[in-house]
């Protein structure tokens, strides 16, 4: 089946910092997906692609729909203690299961006041 | 407006046990989905409702599972003869239906459960 690496697995800033993380794929996708999720909470989504080299910001967040179609990145900057929580990057399943979607791992990040 | 709600937040029942976990998906959206995050880990697809359409119960882990949803709305996840593996936390989602739509599936809090 589809598999979505994420990396880092973890990471460890300074408020004000800028933070880039990224999703790779064995399988091209068609659709990109960034979601957020706090501490006892769902997963909220941020961020949609939907074209390869594609470039989408929302706010602080900037995410990037890989050429290849089998990766996409994620950017924040000028992190704020409220950035804390796993962000994880999804695609959808192929034909018509594009409602079955496939998650990574995530990447927990933690930021320093 | 009122988002996915699911109860109960946190369940704690012996190996064995039968459980049954509640989703109130957001009002007007006709997918339903169900997925099991386990510590760790991404989210695990498990089952997805449509409308009247049968459901794609093609996640789920062993027929010790069920999932119904009843007029549309409320949906129910039921776990049979609970085994440790089981503890996760359930994630309930909803969503128009759309290409775009699909995608935007909006998660409410979850169920932690534990199987003791």
């Known amino acids: 089946g589809q598999q979505l690496n994420q990396s880092p697995q973890s990471m460890f800033i300074q408020e004000g910092e800028d933070v880039s993380m990224n999703c790779t794929s064995s399988?091209?996708?068609?659709?990109w997906l960034w979601y957020k999720q706090d501490p006892g909470e769902g997963p909220v989504l941020l961020i949609a692609?939907?074209?390869?080299?594609e470039l989408t910001s929302n706010g602080r967040l900037t995410a990037q729909f890989g050429i290849t179609r089998k990766d996409s990145f994620l950017n924040i900057s000028a992190s704020i203690p409220s950035d804390v929580g796993i962000y994880f990057c999804?695609?959808?399943?192929?034909?018509?299961?594009?409602?079955?979607?496939?998650f990574g791992k995530g990447t927990l990040l933690t930021v320093n006041p | 407006g009122a988002g996915v709600s699911q109860s109960p937040s946190n369940k704690v029942t012996e190996k064995g046990k039968d459980v049954e976990l509640r989703c109130d998906p957001i009002?007007?959206?006709?997918?339903l989905y169900w997925y099991r995050q386990s510590l760790g880990q991404g989210l695990e697809f498990l089952i997805y409702?449509?409308?009247?359409?049968?459901?794609?119960k093609s996640g789920l882990p062993s027929d010790r599972f069920s999932a119904e949803r009843t007029g549309g709305s409320v949906s129910t996840l039921t776990i049979q003869r609970t085994q440790q593996e089981d503890s996760a936390v359930y994630l309930c989602?909803?969503?128009?239906?759309?290409?775009?739509?699909?995608?935007?599936?909006?998660f409410g809090p979850g169920t932690r459960l534990t199987v003791t």
């Open positions: 989602a909803s969503s128009l239906v759309g290409e775009a739509s699909t995608y935007e599936q909006y």
């Open positions: 399988s091209i996708f068609n659709t």
């Open positions: 692609l939907y074209k390869a080299g």
């Open positions: 999804a695609g959808p399943g192929s034909g018509g299961s594009n409602y079955k979607l496939t």
């Open positions: 009002s007007g959206h006709t997918a």
């Open positions: 409702f449509q409308g009247n359409s049968a459901p794609d």
